[in-house]
């Protein structure tokens, strides 16, 4: 099978294409860089199979001449991270919408089944304890940046499923919680690799509002091979699906954690969110997916606890020659 995987060189995708080779597909990777990084795609350099392809999603032509050829699409490709999208909200918006209809109209046009990534920001405000996927959407103001990325992609999902059930191609949507693990970087929001840079800095550890809002956070190690069973089951076909973690915990919680898991001197702080993100930011205090449409459908159950997500994450931060400084 050979697999185009838009965004490869991300964090998500990297460890997607790494599952993918292995697995003995031919992988091709659309990565634009700017998020991704070539780093992340260092194992998988002069594999057999295995090539890149430095571009666009916004390149409609391009991403045809990609797909027709490919015999699966992962669409992973995004503007993501809390300060890209409130930094760059109109490139986000364009990547995130135009980009997702180039690849899902490409991939239906060549009769390819496609995955899109989504996100659990589709739900908005929304905090009920165990998110369904046909639990309803809580967004604030349409004029409020910070809510770009979860309507764009609230959006994509419905370009996804539309186009889905209008030609039959195969479909699948895959909804992260707040998924982590190595590779991920801090840089552009994303708090357990940030917090991870900072304890093993022995700088403060930065806790944005009390601390008290909640996530559940999902390990990369888990949802890759969740997202490609759900690739091969017809029943999950034109569905959204809830991908991530079982272990919930307050940010304050977390920062504990990160803590006693380095053995770090450093300090808790606490920041108000308009100096962390600017004014108006409106955070969600509470994401908590329900995946038991996972579960009936692949008969996912996600293996691993918060301690072991940290410790993945520093064993690969400490492997690494210096900790990178989040901006
Ligand atoms: N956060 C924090 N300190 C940081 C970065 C993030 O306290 O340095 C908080 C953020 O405000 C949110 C949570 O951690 O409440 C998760 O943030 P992230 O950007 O990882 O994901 P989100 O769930 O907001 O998409």
Redesign the pocket.
């Known amino acids: 099978m050979k697999a185009v995987v838009t965004g490869g060189a991300g964090f998500i995708g990297s460890h997607l294409c790494d599952h993918l080779v292995a697995q003995g597909h031919e992988v091709v990777v659309l990565d634009d860089l700017s998020t991704g990084s070539m780093e992340n795609l260092t194992q998988l350099e002069g594999t057999p199979g295995f090539t890149f392809v430095q571009g666009d999603i916004l390149d409609r032509d391009l991403v045809r001449n990609l797909v027709e050829e490919a015999d699966t699409v992962f669409h992973l490709a995004a503007a993501v991270?809390?300060y890209n999208i409130v930094d760059n909200p109109l490139k986000s918006l364009r990547i995130n919408l135009q980009g997702t209809e180039n690849v899902v109209e490409a991939a239906v046009a060549n009769r390819v089944p496609y995955m899109v990534a989504s996100t659990?920001?589709v739900y908005g405000k929304n905090d009920a304890d165990g998110l369904k996927e046909d639990d309803d959407r809580i967004y604030g103001s349409p004029i409020k940046s910070r809510w770009s990325y979860a309507a764009a992609k609230g959006l994509d999902e419905l370009v996804a499923y539309v186009h889905g059930v209008e030609s039959g191609v195969p479909c699948v949507i895959t909804r992260f919680f707040?998924v982590v693990g190595p590779r991920q970087t801090?840089q552009y929001?994303?708090?357990?690799p940030?917090?991870v840079d900072q304890a093993l800095r022995g700088a403060p550890i930065?806790?944005?509002?009390t601390?008290a809002?909640r996530?559940c956070f999902g390990s990369v190690f888990d949802v890759i091979p969740g997202l490609l069973r759900l690739m091969e089951t017809p029943e999950a076909y034109n569905q959204a699906v809830n991908l991530g973690g079982h272990e919930e915990v307050s940010?304050k919680g977390?920062?504990d954690r990160v803590v006693e898991l380095t053995g770090s001197t450093s300090e808790i702080v606490y920041?108000d969110?308009e100096q962390?993100?600017g004014d108006g930011y409106e955070?969600?205090q509470r994401?908590y997916p329900d995946t038991s449409l996972a579960h009936r459908l692949i008969g996912y159950r996600p293996t691993r606890n918060l301690n072991d997500i940290i410790n993945s994450i520093v064993a690969h931060r400490r492997a690494q020659d210096s900790v990178p400084q989040?901006a």
């Open positions: 991270g809390v659990s920001e707040n801090g929001g994303m708090v357990v940030r917090f930065t806790v944005y509002g601390g809002q996530r940010i977390l920062a920041i969110y962390a993100y955070d969600m994401r989040p």
